[in-house]
C-alpha cells in the first residue's frame, strides 16, 4: 500500500457521486455512497476504457454508465454483466474534513 494522499476535502464530493483523482498517474475515482461513505476504487471500468466516476451511485455501488455493469464499492466485484473483472479498490482516511487515499497495489 502506498503512502497516504490527500485528494480533497469532504464539502468538494458531491453528496451521492464521485469525482476523479489520479495519484502516481493512476486514476482513482473519489465515491461518496448513500450512507455518506467514502470509497476509493480504480476508475477505469473493467469491461472497456471509460470513466466509472461519471456513472450514477446507488447505495453501495456505482453504475458504469457504457454497459449498465455495477460494481460494489467495498469489494470492487461487479454484481452485474457485462464485466466480470473487479476494480482495484483502494484505502480512505478522513482525517477532520480531508479525504485521504493509499493505493493498494
Ligand atoms: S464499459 Fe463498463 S460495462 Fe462496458
Do not use: Y
Not at 476535502?9 to 448513500?34: F, N, T
Not at 473493467?46 to 469489494?75: P, Q, Y
Not at 464485466?83 to 479498490?89: F, G, K, M, Q
Amino acid at each position: 500500500m502506498s503512502e497516504f494522499v490527500r485528494i480533497c476535502s469532504l464539502d468538494q464530493l458531491p453528496q451521492m457521486g464521485a469525482v476523479v483523482a489520479e495519484i502516481d498517474g493512476r486514476r482513482i475515482s473519489i465515491v461518496r455512497d448513500s450512507k455518506g461513505e467514502v470509497h476509493a476504487i480504480d476508475d477505469t471500468c473493467t469491461h472497456a476504457n471509460v470513466s466509472l466516476s461519471e456513472g450514477e451511485v446507488d447505495d453501495c455501488s456505482i453504475e458504469c454508465w457504457l454497459h449498465g455493469s455495477r460494481f460494489d464499492l467495498r469489494t470492487g466485484e461487479p454484481t452485474s454483466l457485462p464485466a466480470t473483472v473487479p476494480v482495484a479498490v483502494h484505502t480512505v482516511k478522513i482525517d477532520g474534513t480531508d479525504v485521504l487515499v493509499a493505493v493498494t497495489e
